[in-house]
């Protein structure tokens, strides 16, 4: 109900064809993601920012479809060249699939903003280093330890090094058994 509230008057990108540069405008949103897709980036006139008390009562009353997730981004004043992950809500059966769509959604917000790098804070134990090490995400500031992640990308964003990959292979006729290889665009 507050997401609406929120983004009340601005439009949801909803497909790749809608104009991704309005997330430029805006300083904070949400990407939905269900059923192994994303679904819609919607942004913010203001940010919202977590609490305990908003995880408390998230955890305790609101309903999450079983099979979605929701990645609350913001883009600090203080640092305009990073976006934090604020916030990660999932459904109890949301799919690895619905997760990686959210997390490539996420990438596409960095690459229309120009961010240099995407930050969060861990509070679940059960993420490990390897997991991280999958998304191209990394511990930061102490160590193996560290609740502090970062996901680099300095000018070279996934979208555009997948793409850079489609067309060598395309270029290079040799190459056409790696078709059908699978393209990491995390790395």
Known sequence: MIDQWLSLGLKPIRSDRDDWSRVKLHSSGVIVAQAGRWVEVRMFWFPKHTTVWRVW????????PQDQCRIYY?????APTYLTLDYFVSGLKTSVRTVDAALHALDRVAEFK??????????????????????????????????????????????????????????????????????????
């Open 74 to 78: 913001r883009q600090p004043f203080a």
């Open 57 to 64: 009562w998230d955890q305790r009353f609101r309903q999450v």
């Open 114 to 187: 120009r961010s240099d790098a995407i930050v969060a804070q861990l509070k679940n134990s059960r993420i490990s280093s390897r997991l991280l090490q999958r998304y191209g995400w990394e511990r930061h500031l102490g160590g193996e330890t560290s609740p502090h992640i970062i996901r680099r990308f300095y000018g070279k964003y996934p979208s555009a090094i997948a793409s850079l990959r489609e067309m060598n292979v395309e270029a290079d006729p040799q190459s056409r058994a790696s078709l059908h290889a699978p393209v990491d665009t995390f790395r």
